[in-house]
């Protein structure tokens, strides 16, 4: 499974964006991007994701660099509820067990300033 | 509920004392993980089901974790004989397809401690 690098934390002043960045150079051309947060003491949350194309939803957009080999998600406005820990994970298709899983790293922890 | 349901919320057991845990996936869902959140760490791969079949239990850490979803709905993680290191949160997590552009619902983890 290909991995991720992501700085251990970053800090953003409320109403200001955010953009967190994600290496994966090793991604292949099949694996998916995907990114999770996790508030404080919740499950993870899924955000968004992507393959190719920037991506945008109600809760963030998704940028992706032209070779794939990094990413950045973007939060448009922090808000204080938007610290958390987040996650860039790579999906890729089922191996030849028919199986797959979600590797996540460390994260970056975002902490947002009032 | 329309999400991943896990109980008990938090759990606290003697050391040696068996224990188990219960996730309730979001009904119809064919994917089904556990993952184990120490301190600080991100989540780390326990097991999949896909439907009843357990496809991949290369993370359980050892022969004292035991899983099943008997039904291919509800799943139970079962530890024997506690240690203190098995001490952390437990995660469920369901999918509805097995595509790599589909997202993973997570519940809000079983906080196991072994005392």
């Known amino acids: 499974d290909a991995k991720t690098t992501q700085p251990n934390s970053m800090e953003s002043n409320e109403e200001e964006p955010v953009h967190l960045p994600c290496n994966h150079s090793t991604i292949s051309g099949t694996d998916y991007i995907h990114w999770y947060r996790q508030l404080p003491s919740q499950g993870p949350e899924y955000v968004i994701h992507g393959l190719t194309s920037n991506v945008n939803n109600r809760m963030a957009s998704l940028a992706i660099a032209e070779d794939r080999k990094s990413s950045t998600l973007i939060l448009h406005r922090a808000t204080l509820r938007d610290a958390a820990v987040y996650y860039c994970i790579l999906r890729g298709p089922l191996n030849t067990s028919g199986t797959y899983k979600y590797i996540f790293g460390t994260g970056t922890r975002l902490k947002v300033l009032a | 509920g329309a999400g991943v349901s896990q109980s008990p919320r938090y759990k606290v057991a003697k050391r040696g004392q068996d224990v188990a845990l219960r996730c309730d996936p979001i009904?119809?869902?064919?994917?089904l993980f556990w993952y184990q959140q120490a301190l600080g760490q991100g989540p780390e791969f326990l097991t999949y089901f896909q439907n009843e079949a357990q496809l991949d239990k290369s993370g359980l850490p050892s022969d004292r974790f035991f899983a099943e979803r008997p039904e291919g709905s509800v799943s139970t993680l079962k530890i024997q004989r506690t240690q203190q290191e098995d001490s952390a949160v437990y995660l469920c997590?369901?999918?509805?397809?097995?595509?790599?552009?589909?997202?993973?619902?997570f519940g809000q983890g079983t906080r196991l401690t072994v005392v």
């Open positions: 997590a369901s999918s509805f397809r097995v595509a790599e552009n589909t997202e993973a619902f």
């Open positions: 009904s119809g869902h064919v994917s």
